[in-house]
């Protein structure tokens, strides 16, 4: 699955309809052009909806969402893709604080209790040392560290963030 930085959801559709469009790799051609979602879709979605806490907004547009919600929207619509593996494009980037930790502490609990790997892109050091079992810096291209976030001090985050 995927949860992109900014959302890429269908503003004038409803939260459940884009849910539900994580699923259309898994529906015939003919129903993903008419827009027709079986019953276990839409049951699905409204799960994933409930788990990711927007169950009061499912037939909210997206363009009606705030950023919090789109997200968590975009969450939802990874998770109908049943994966192993989400990657996370700077998913809180755009974010208030609250929201943020909110997201973080959700893609947390999908990864404990799902056992979903969760691949994050981050700039933001202390959510990465905080929430990361591992962390990889790139710099220039290169990996400049990889490791334990516990193993990452305030010096070496000085020397990632330096431009010589």
């Known amino acids: 699955?995927?949860?992109f930085q900014q959302y890429n959801l269908i503003n004038r559709l409803t939260a459940?309809?884009?849910a539900m469009t994580g699923d259309l790799g898994s529906l015939s051609p003919w129903m993903s052009l008419v827009g027709y979602?079986?019953?276990e879709t839409?049951?699905?979605a409204q799960s994933h909806l409930e788990r990711v806490g927007i169950s009061d907004k499912v037939n909210g547009r997206a363009d009606t969402l705030s950023g919090g919600q789109q997200q968590r929207v975009g969450i939802a619509?990874?998770?109908m893709q049943n994966p192993q593996l989400i990657l996370v494009d700077e998913p809180v980037s755009s974010?208030?604080?609250a929201s943020a930790k909110s997201i973080m502490d959700l893609l947390r609990e999908i990864n404990e209790k799902n056992g979903v790997t969760i691949l994050c892109s981050l700039h933001i050091p202390d959510?990465?040392?905080k929430y990361g079992h591992r962390v990889i810096v790139l710099k220039k291209g290169k990996i400049a560290f990889d490791g334990a976030p516990k193993k990452i001090n305030e010096t070496m985050i000085e020397s990632f963030y330096k431009s010589s």
């Open 1 to 3: 699955g995927v949860v």
């Open 16 to 18: 459940w309809t884009n």
């Open 37 to 39: 979602f079986p019953r």
């Open 42 to 44: 839409i049951d699905r």
């Open 77 to 79: 619509r990874a998770l």
């Open 95 to 97: 974010l208030d604080p």
């Open 127 to 129: 959510l990465a040392q």
